[in-house]
Each structure stands twice: as structure tokens, then as C-alpha cells.
């Protein structure tokens, strides 16, 4: 069976780092990615990575978050630096299968960013 599972969420201050992990099992997907829901609000895309590396990312982490992934491993990362009280959400990693096209969701990771 498909499972994505996050983990590394927590308590971060304003200006420190966390680093998200994803595990995934059950199949090889071609593109994966990092969305974010605060409360009240809609969920929105955080960063998406392909297979081969190339990646894109929301306007508001920009220089901030990095995503990357370690095919061997079958995980996928978010690296947070320098993170604000606005990054304070729960974190769901997403991945699309290269067999089938079909898209699963992890079940979230809550990220805290206070002091």
C-alpha cells in the first residue's frame, strides 16, 4: 500500500531552523511536494520537487525553505531556516506516483513557530 508519512514537526523560535522528512512506501512518484494549512485558512502550496531534481517554490519561502529528495531512500525533505511566526501551520507532504499518475497525502505535521 501507498504511505507517506511526515515527521519533524514541532516547537521552533522565530529565526531558527527545522528540518520536515517525509517517508514514503509503495510505489515510485514522479513528483512530490510540501503544502501547508494554518488555521482559517486554505491550504496552499509550500514547494514541489521532481524527480530529476528541479524544484519550485512558493513566493513566501523563497530564499528560506529547502526542498529536496533522496530517491534511494524514498524520502523527501523541507528544510526551514529562518522561520517566522507566519510558517506556523500543519505541514502535509504530497506525492504523484509514476505508475497510474494518482496522488496520495501524508497526515500532516504541525509546525510551531513561536518564542
Known amino acids: 500500500q501507498v504511505q507517506l508519512v511526515e515527521s519533524g514537526g514541532g516547537l521552533v523560535q522565530p529565526g531558527g531552523s527545522l528540518r520536515l522528512s517525509c517517508a514514503v512506501s509503495?510505489?515510485?512518484?514522479?513528483?512530490m511536494g510540501w503544502y501547508r494549512q494554518a488555521p482559517g485558512k486554505q491550504r496552499e502550496l509550500v514547494a514541489v520537487?521532481?524527480?530529476?531534481?528541479?524544484?519550485d517554490y512558493a513566493d513566501s519561502v523563497k530564499g528560506r525553505f529547502t526542498i529536496s529528495r533522496d530517491n534511494a531512500k524514498n524520502t523527501v525533505y523541507l528544510q526551514m531556516n529562518s522561520a517566522k511566526p507566519e510558517d506556523t501551520a500543519v505541514y502535509y507532504c504530497?506525492?504523484?506516483?509514476?505508475?497510474?499518475?494518482?496522488?496520495?497525502w501524508g497526515q500532516g505535521t504541525q509546525v510551531t513557530v513561536s518564542s
Open positions: 504530497k506525492a504523484r506516483s509514476i505508475v497510474g499518475g494518482y496522488e496520495y
Open positions: 509503495g510505489s515510485i512518484f514522479s513528483i
Open positions: 520537487i521532481f524527480r530529476g531534481g528541479s524544484t
